[in-house]
């Protein structure tokens, strides 16, 4: 039996922006997925951070991501850590384009059909009027 993965729905627990993280929340509510890149090693860098991962240097810009990536990792959980989680759901590893990967979820697509290395691309769900959350799904 194969099962179409949940979306997240209202009632989850949400992040909390930091100042740090803020613009990469502002950006998915305005429906664009950004991320630092590093202005000297070119790096991008995710989740937010206050110096770049690859040469820890202090001159991070926030970039515009595609959004198209494809799927590094996933798993598929069945037993929800809260009732509020609707289950099955695929939590997965993105790997953006620019060589980046993100946390996220994985939705539009049966359990049977989830393949390491499909193309995804990202999606916007509006959960609250401060999060907006970037889920992904297969493109063609
Ligand atoms: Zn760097």
Redesign the pocket.
């Known amino acids: 039996m194969t099962h179409v993965m949940k979306r997240p729905r209202v009632g989850i627990p949400l992040p909390h922006p930091t100042p740090l993280s803020k613009p990469h929340w502002d950006g998915a509510r305005e429906g664009r997925l950004r991320v630092q890149k590093?202005l000297?090693?070119g790096?991008h860098v995710f989740i937010p951070q206050p110096c770049?991962t690859?040469?820890m240097?202090p001159r991070l810009e926030w970039v515009d991501s595609s959004g198209r990536g494809t799927l590094y990792s996933y798993t598929v959980v069945h037993r929800p850590q809260q009732p509020s989680f609707e289950v099955p759901y695929a939590v997965a590893i993105v790997l953006l384009e620019e060589g980046w990967h993100m946390l996220s979820t994985l939705i539009d697509v049966e359990e049977d059909a989830i393949e390491i290395g499909m193309p995804l691309e990202v999606v916007f769900e509006r959960m609250s009027d401060e999060i907006t959350l970037p889920l992904f799904r297969p493109r063609a």
């Open positions: 590093c000297d090693c790096v770049c690859g040469c240097g």
